[in-house]
């Protein structure tokens, strides 16, 4: 056994029995049930939920469960941007009835959800190939972006005043029509500036 030069409990947390690595079966999990929706993530809250925007079109409160918490958290990070695929919660479904009653009131209640997987880059990569979705939905309400509204990703500029000057001038260098000077001089002059003599004294 490695002796703790370290001291409490921090050592063990990192002990190869906890750490997973890749997902073990490496199987991609998929929507089995109409209560599985797939989602992106908008915002985090703290204390374990976050807001979602799913795929039917409705922003959700999704609540994260123990499984990725704790241990597991560090192979399921939930962070804005990530694609998660969740459980409604169909006990918590209103009815038409009450969702009329609602709208009267000045503030609806957001409807609940839990969490079932988390899904990485490669995953995103495999669900697109596999699943017949509109995955426009969320990629059009990835948050984790920074866009304009033409919606192209904005670009930053890291440079001093110097530096922008010089593009400045380089740019109406390029824009300006070059001219070309020439000088026409007669073969008389030529001949007369090589009759003229030259006194050193004067140089």
Do not use: P
């Amino acid at each position: 056994m490695v002796k703790n030069i370290k001291g409490g409990s921090g050592h063990k947390k990192f002990a190869r029995k906890f750490t997973t690595g890749a997902k073990s079966n490496n199987k991609l999990r998929i929507s089995e049930d109409e209560g599985e929706i797939y989602a992106i993530v908008m915002k985090m809250l703290g204390n374990g939920m976050f807001h979602c925007f799913c795929m039917d079109g409705e922003t959700r409160l999704g609540h994260i469960r123990g499984k990725f918490a704790g241990r597991g958290k560090r192979d399921n990070m939930v962070e804005t941007g990530k694609w998660v695929l969740i459980g409604l919660r169909e006990w918590d479904i209103t009815s038409d009835k009450s969702s009329a009653m609602k709208s009267s009131d000045k503030k609806a209640k957001m409807q609940q959800c839990d969490l079932l997987e988390v899904y990485s880059a490669s995953d995103k990569d495999r669900l697109r190939d596999t699943v017949v979705e509109d995955w426009a939905l969320l990629d059009n309400n990835d948050v984790s972006k920074s866009s304009d509204i033409t919606g192209e990703v904005a670009d930053i500029l890291f440079a001093s005043e110097k530096d922008l000057e010089r593009e400045k001038i380089i740019q109406e260098m390029k824009s300006e029509t070059t001219e070309k000077i020439s000088l026409k001089v007669s073969e008389a002059s030529l001949d007369e500036d090589d009759n003229e003599e030259v006194n050193f004294d004067d140089i």
